[in-house]
């Protein structure tokens, strides 16, 4: 995957892309709290795991 592909997925809608359903196991006060401010979980989640996988690939792109 390249890393345009990646900073660019995010400007999709959510349903127009393949989805893989996933368990996750995260901090209950979070949730709690993510609940109350009707955080859409998916799309954060979606969202923290790309900003994650951008950082590793900057970070191996800066190693060479």
């Known amino acids: 995957m390249f890393l345009v592909d990646l900073l660019f997925k995010g400007d999709l809608p959510m349903n127009a ?3 893989k359903s996933s368990n996750l196991s995260l901090d ?3 949730l709690i709290e993510a609940k109350q401010l ?3 979980l998916s799309r954060a989640a979606e969202e923290g ?3 994650a996988v951008l950082a590793c690939l900057a970070s191996q792109f800066w190693a060479c």
């Open 17 to 19: 892309q393949p989805r």
């Open 28 to 30: 209950v006060a979070l």
């Open 38 to 40: 009707k955080v859409n």
């Open 49 to 51: 795991v790309r900003v």
